[in-house]
C-alpha cells in the first residue's frame, strides 16, 4: 500500500490514528434525502479502487478482526435497506403524483413516514373546521367519544340528502291506491251484508203456463238475504222445481227488488191420460193437466204418454215445433209409422204428408203457404176443381196438392 502511495505525483502524509472499536450501527428511520453527489477520488488524492490508510468503512481504521468484519457487515446491511426505502417511496410517490394530475406532493405526508400510518391524517383524511386553535365545529365530539353523525372518534360526517321527487311521487300514487282499495273493500261488505239491501220483493215477466204464485211460492228462500249476495244459479236452483220454466235471468233492482225474466216452455202436443190431457213440450216434458182438449188448440199424439222416449215421438214432436202457431191451431193430431214417416191430420179432414226431417223450416213455410193460399174459383162452362184433401210437403221444392 505504502508503495503505492508513492507512486503518485503529489505526496501524501497520514497521520496514524488509534485504533478504536466501531459502534453498533442503529438503521435510523427513512427519510426523503437528495442524491449524494459521486465522489472524486482525485480530491482525495488517491487513486481509484484504492482506500486511505487508516480510514475504514466508517471513517477510522479497518478492522480486519472478525468481530469488526462482522460490524462492517451489518452497516453495510442497514446502508442497503435504507436505500430500498428511499426507492420505493419515490416510486410511489411518483404513482399519487401522476393520479393527483400533477399535484405536488405535502411534505411529512409520504409513504414510510409517520403521518401515513395514523388514522384521520395523511393525504386522504378529511380536513374541517379550522386550522391552529380553531374549533372544529362540524367534527366535534360528544363527551362519550361519538360526533354528531353518531361514529366513534372519526372525522367522516353522515349527510341526509333530500328524497327524490319521484320516489315522492310514486309513494303517494301507492298510498292513494290503497286507499282506494280500502274504501271498495268497506263498501263491497256493506253491500254483501247489510240489511238495507236485503231482498222484500220479488217480481216476473214473461210466464204464460205457470201462475204467479207457483213462482213466488217456489223463490220464497230468497226473501231477506242480501241482494248482492243472490246469484243466477240460486235462482235456477230453485225454479227447477217449476217445468214450465225453461230458463231464467235475474236483474237486480236495489234497495230491495229482484226481477225475475223467466221463459216457459213451449207445448207442442196433447198426451191421453187416463180422463185428462196433458201438456208436452218438444222434449217429451209435462207442462200440465188439461180437462178439455178443444180449449187448447194443440194436436194429440197417439199413443199416450207411454210414446214419450220414442224415435216416433221425437219425430213428431220436433215437426210440432217447426210449425207456426198459424198452422199448428189448425192441426188435430199427429202420427208416424216410423221417424222418416210423420203425418198429419187437421181438423178439416185434411192430410199433411211431412216425411222425414230434412229440410224441416223450408217444409213449414211451403206448407202455411198451401194452406193460405186462396181456394180456384170454377171457369164458366167447365167443373168445379176437386177440393184439396192432402198436402204433400215430403220434397219441399216440388210440392203436391191432390
Sequence with gaps: MASKARATSAKVSVAPVPVEQPAAVTPARPRAASKPAPKDSSARGTAPNETAPGSGPHGGTADRSPAGRRTAHRGRGAAARAGATKGTAGKVTAAKDSGARGAAPRPGNGPGTLRSFLPGTGRGAKRSGTTGAGKDTQNSTTPGGRNHSGEEGGGARVLAFPEPPHKRRRRRVWLGVAAVAVVLAVVMVVALFSPALAVRK???????????????????????????QVTQG?????????????????????????????????????????????????????????????????????????????????????????????????????????????????????????????????????????????????????????????????????????
Design 202 to 228: 220479488v217480481t216476473f215477466d214473461g210466464q204464460k203456463l205457470v201462475q204467479d204464485t207457483t213462482l213466488q211460492a217456489a223463490v220464497a228462500p230468497l226473501l231477506g238475504r242480501p241482494l248482492p
Design 234 to 402: 240460486d235462482v235456477d236452483g230453485l225454479l227447477a222445481k217449476v217445468p214450465q220454466i225453461k230458463s231464467s235471468r235475474i236483474e237486480s233492482r236495489p234497495p230491495s227488488t229482484l226481477l225475475v225474466h223467466v221463459v216457459e216452455r213451449i207445448p207442442v202436443a196433447l198426451l191421453k191420460n187416463g180422463k185428462n190431457w196433458i201438456q208436452v213440450d218438444q222434449e217429451g216434458v209435462q207442462l200440465g193437466t188439461v180437462h178439455d182438449p178443444a180449449k187448447v188448440a194443440l194436436p194429440l199424439i197417439d199413443g199416450g204418454t207411454a210414446a214419450i222416449g220414442k224415435g216416433t215421438f221425437s219425430a213428431m214432436t220436433a215437426v210440432l215445433a217447426t210449425l207456426p202457431q198459424s198452422v199448428l191451431g189448425k192441426l188435430a193430431s199427429a202420427s208416424a209409422k216410423s221417424p222418416d214417416a210423420v203425418e198429419l191430420q187437421m181438423v178439416d179432414g185434411k192430410t199433411v204428408v211431412w216425411g222425414n226431417a230434412s229440410d224441416m223450416d223450408l217444409k213449414a213455410q211451403v206448407l202455411e203457404a198451401l194452406i193460405t193460399a186462396p181456394v180456384p174459383t170454377q171457369e164458366a162452362g167447365k167443373p168445379a176443381p176437386p177440393p184439396v184433401k192432402v198436402y204433400d210437403v215430403s220434397a219441399p221444392r216440388h210440392p203436391v196438392t191432390r
